[in-house]
């Protein structure tokens, strides 16, 4: 862990170059480093630390959390600082700034925290999963606590109003909705309620797939990947992560976990589970793939121990496999330098480029099972979804409009006095 304050500031200022930050942006963060280096300092301080920073912003905002409705220079500002500090505790810049720690206290607060021991011990629920639980579960136990409320005082009017209290977006309530479901049914299994309570959680019908995915079409990203400047080592293995993104649409974890015991070169496939999933895939080593591989193994890839492919080329971490906030840093990159019309005001990472590679296979008449296959999903039904967005097949799906024969409509019909 890098603890001096110059040496940190380095690497992020590295980092930063590396994602080709906006030049007015990356100036601000800039003087916010240079701020926080004076008032280190005032404090006859060289080293950095969490605590440091969160005492940084606790002496300047009263808080080391992030205020809500604060203003954009506010959150430039813990924005910067949360970057030292994720940046030097994981090597990564974590995706947002955390404006709430999440401390269950209180009887229903402590049953919840139970709950997410039970979820990640018996449950086996991946850490994705238990962050998300863990969300929800903190602002209802809150709230239940808050307003010293118990099991016996929940009703279907106290959850609706729970709900439209925290103002939740539509799949928000849907999730939170399960999840505190769940947790209301698993207090009642364990005898921690008199009566069962997930019964006042209403069901809803959203429906998750009621957007349209965002996509791109093939020239654009073609256009993309042909921006990749591949005589560099950095190149080389970010031509890779589009690649296996656009050609095999792979997750971002996938991308990050994918190693060398995966590719069988004799049989030229390459197969893993996927991380979200668990369904076990199989991908034909296409040529443009593994010749990419090789390239990047042979003239771009650090040396390292690594059983991941991909791995860091800076300097704080080289060598260690890569976390999905960087596989989706390299695909905005890439677009942005290819100058793909709107990809700003349109989603621009690894699962855009998911979504693109279903919707043009569809438009290429690939059946609908063989896409799930390349897809990994587990039902076919799930992949439904891109024919919304096939507008030429939708076009040839409707019905011509039939003749109009009533005589109502004709004029042949005249209306007297009643």
Same mark, same amino acid.
């Given at each position: 862990?890098?603890?001096?304050?110059?040496?940190?500031? +380095?690497?992020?200022?590295?980092?930063?170059?590396? /994602?080709?930050?906006?030049?007015?942006?990356?100036?601000?963060?800039?003087?916010?480093?240079?701020?926080?280096?004076?008032?280190?300092?005032?404090?006859?301080?060289?080293?950095?630390?969490?605590?440091?920073?969160?005492?940084?912003? !606790?002496?300047?905002?009263?808080?080391?959390?992030?205020?809500?409705?604060?203003?954009? &220079?506010? %959150? !430039?500002?813990?924005?910067?600082?949360?970057?030292?500090?994720?940046?030097?505790?994981?090597? !990564?810049?974590?995706? /947002?700034?955390?404006?709430?720690?999440?401390?269950? $206290?209180?009887? #229903?607060?402590?049953?919840?925290?139970?709950?997410?021991?039970?979820?990640?011990?018996?449950?086996?629920?991946?850490?994705?999963?238990?962050?998300?639980? %863990?969300?929800?579960?903190?602002?209802?136990?809150?709230?239940?606590?808050?307003?010293?409320? =118990?099991?016996?005082?929940?009703?279907?009017?106290?959850?609706?109003?729970?709900?439209?209290?925290?103002?939740?977006?539509?799949?928000?309530?849907?999730?939170?909705?399960?999840?505190?479901?769940?947790?209301?049914?698993?207090?009642?299994?364990?005898? !921690?309620? &008199?009566?069962?309570?997930?019964?006042?959680?209403?069901?809803?019908?959203? /429906?998750?797939?009621?957007?349209?995915?965002? =996509? *791109?079409? &093939?020239?654009?990203?073609?256009?993309?990947?042909?921006?990749?400047?591949?005589?560099?080592?950095?190149?080389?293995?970010?031509?890779?992560?589009?690649?296996?993104?656009?050609?095999?649409?792979? %997750?971002?974890?996938?991308?990050?976990?994918?190693?060398?015991?995966?590719?069988?070169?004799?049989?030229?496939? #390459?197969?893993?589970?996927?991380?979200? =999933?668990?369904?076990?895939?199989?991908?034909?080593?296409?040529?443009?793939?593994?010749?990419?591989?090789? $390239?990047?193994?042979?003239?771009?890839?650090?040396?390292?121990?690594?059983?991941?492919? #991909?791995?860091?080329?800076?300097?704080?971490?080289?060598?260690?496999?890569?976390?999905?906030?960087?596989?989706? +840093?390299?695909?905005?990159?890439?677009?942005?330098?290819?100058?793909?019309?709107?990809?700003?005001?349109?989603?621009?990472?690894?699962?855009?480029?998911?979504?693109?590679?279903?919707?043009?296979?569809?438009?290429?008449?690939?059946?609908?099972?063989?896409?799930?296959?390349?897809?990994?999903?587990?039902?076919? &039904?799930?992949?439904?979804? *891109?024919?919304?967005?096939?507008?030429?097949?939708?076009?040839?799906?409707?019905?011509?409009?039939?003749?109009? %024969?009533? +005589?109502?409509?004709?004029?042949?019909?005249? *209306?007297?006095?009643?």
């Amino acid at each position: 862990m890098v603890k001096n304050f110059e040496a940190l500031v +380095s690497l992020c200022d590295e980092e930063l170059r590396h /994602r080709e930050y906006l030049g007015s942006y990356y100036a601000r963060l800039i003087s916010c480093w240079e701020k926080i280096q004076t008032w280190l300092a005032e404090q006859n301080l060289t080293e950095f630390s969490e605590e440091v920073g969160n005492k940084y912003l !606790e002496e300047i905002y009263g808080t080391h959390l992030l205020p809500l409705k604060s203003s954009v &220079e506010i %959150r !430039e500002v813990f924005r910067a600082v949360r970057m030292l500090i994720s940046y030097q505790k994981y090597g !990564e810049f974590e995706f /947002r700034s955390p404006s709430v720690e999440y401390t269950f $206290d209180g009887t #229903i607060g402590k049953l919840a925290f139970n709950y997410l021991e039970f979820c990640r011990m018996e449950l086996g629920n991946a850490k994705k999963t238990l962050d998300n639980k %863990r969300l929800y579960l903190y602002d209802f136990s809150k709230y239940m606590d808050d307003a010293t409320m =118990t099991f016996t005082d929940l009703s279907i009017e106290i959850i609706e109003e729970f709900f439209k209290y925290k103002n939740y977006s539509l799949a928000s309530r849907h999730n939170g909705s399960q999840i505190i479901r769940h947790f209301l049914q698993h207090v009642y299994d364990e005898k !921690e309620s &008199e009566k069962d309570c997930s019964v006042f959680v209403l069901k809803d019908n959203y /429906r998750k797939d009621r957007n349209l995915p965002t =996509t *791109y079409e &093939e020239q654009e990203i073609r256009d993309m990947i042909g921006s990749v400047e591949r005589a560099s080592a950095i190149g080389k293995r970010d031509y890779l992560v589009l690649l296996l993104a656009t050609e095999y649409g792979w %997750r971002a974890k996938d991308i990050t976990r994918f190693r060398f015991s995966q590719i069988d070169w004799d049989k030229n496939v #390459i197969r893993f589970d996927q991380h979200k =999933t668990d369904v076990p895939v199989e991908f034909p080593l296409l040529s443009s793939i593994g010749n990419a591989i090789i $390239d990047y193994l042979k003239h771009g890839r650090p040396k390292t121990d690594a059983c991941e492919v #991909i791995v860091s080329h800076l300097s704080s971490n080289r060598g260690a496999s890569l976390s999905p906030p960087t596989i989706h +840093s390299i695909v905005t990159k890439y677009l942005r330098r290819a100058g793909v019309k709107g990809w700003s005001k349109k989603k621009h990472g690894p699962h855009a480029m998911r979504h693109s590679l279903a919707t043009n296979l569809l438009k290429k008449n690939v059946a609908l099972p063989i896409i799930s296959t390349v897809m990994g999903h587990q039902r076919t &039904e799930t992949t439904n979804v *891109y024919i919304s967005v096939d507008y030429d097949k939708l076009k040839a799906c409707a019905l011509p409009m039939p003749p109009l %024969r009533s +005589s109502l409509y004709s004029g042949e019909v005249s *209306y007297g006095r009643i």
